[in-house]
């Protein structure tokens, strides 16, 4: 890897994706291996898929669920964390917005002192259901599913939660299939977080912030996924002059309108980058 000139000053925007918490021990989707070569996406990340089987839907979840709460934030998020940190104290204008569901970055945020809301969670957080009746939305720490796909009544015990959200009184599942049940309806509980069909959370808050962007940094994302595909070229339009720097271990990854390829893994670069080592 080259060594990057550290980020110095101006407002950054960082978008992250599966990548960054690889090395956390979290799969990605499209690389080798990775969860879309061995799951069919519309069977267990579709609208459609879970008013077909919903249950099948929950146990995919609820893997990633446990894994999310078995990971720990690696040094990538730590960077991150640590920059937030620095960018508070001098008032530098900072963005992060991630496609994870994981609360990694949440967890690493809280941890330097920073609120885990500053963290804009896209794709919805792993730690939260939603009432499929009403739409409220819960904390929910339950697995509900074990990795062998027995039922469980395991909770977790590292997983973010938000502040401002109630959590579930207690685990309730119905009777027949054992899926989780909504204290406010009464009816099927649904993981928060956006499938494929569905519109993305904070959608306008992401592009909105994109204005004044002079540093664009994208890390451990193939870059494939719309709206967060999008962001660079806006960047790029809005402010001709921006740095889009694009961290990822794969040099065959090269999506259009970044001019800084980093070619490694975001726990080397990222700390380097973000003067933080
Ligand atoms: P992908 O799985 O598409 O891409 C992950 C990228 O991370 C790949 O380009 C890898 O080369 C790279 N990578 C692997 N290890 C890395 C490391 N240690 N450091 C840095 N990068 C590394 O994941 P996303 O781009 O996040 O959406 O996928 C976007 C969305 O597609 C996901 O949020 C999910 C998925 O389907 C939904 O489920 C709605």
Redesign the pocket.
Known sequence: MLTPDPIQQGKTYILT????S??SGID????AG?LWQRYALADV?TPEAFAHSPQTVWKFHSLLKAASDNAAPNAGHVAIASWFAQCASTRQRTVLVT??IDTLHERSLAAAGISGESCTAM?GRISVSCCSSCNKRWNDPYLYFDSNCGTSTEMCRNLWFEHDLDSLPELKVSSGDSLPVSPCCGTLLRPDV???GEEPHHLSHCFREISGTDVFIA???????APASDFAKWVRRLNKNARCVF????AD?RPEHYCEFLRG???DVVPVLLGNV
């Open positions: 994706g599966a990548g960054i690889a090395e990605t989707f499209r690389s990775g990340c496609q994870n794709h956006v499938w494929f890390i451990g994302t193939s870059g494939t996924v961290v990822n271990p794969d990854c893994k975001a726990s």
